[in-house]
C-alpha cells in the first residue's frame, strides 16, 4: 500500500511539472496548435524587377483555410479587386505549402516553406525577379 501512494504521489509531482513545462496562450485554440500554417498572410514586400509593387496595390493577401483551401486575394489603389481560389497541400514535416493557381489560362504550381508565420514567392516574369514576402497578419 506504501508503495502504490508513493508511485501516485511522484506520478502526480511528473504530470504537475509537465503540465507546467508548456505555456499556452488564453487566445490559442486547437487550430492553432493542430494547423499553425492555416492563417491569413499580408504581403509586406513586393517587388517585380526594380518596380515596388505595393506603391500600386492597396494589398496582397493569401487565406491558407481549413479544408485544403487556399484564397489570393489583391486589390489595386484605383479599387479594382481580385480573388483568385486554389487548393493546396501542406507537409508537417518540411513546412512546404504547395498550390497551384491558373495564370493567365496556364496553370502554375508554387512551392513555399512557412516558417515562423513568414514565406516567400520567389519566380522569374518577363526576365524580371517577382520577390513577395507573406507574413501572418
Known sequence: ???RTTFLCVLAVF???FAC???LDENSSIKDLTHPYINTYECTR???GETDLLEEYEYF???VGENNDLKVLFKRKDGKAYEFSSKYTFDDTT???TAEIGVLGYPYRQKTVIEKGTFTISMPILNKQLIMIFETK
Open 21 to 23: 513545462a508548456f505555456k
Open 61 to 63: 493577401r493569401i487565406i
Open 15 to 17: 504530470v504537475i511539472l
Open 1 to 3: 500500500m506504501k508503495k
Open 46 to 48: 513586393a517587388t517585380l
Open 95 to 97: 513546412h512546404e505549402l
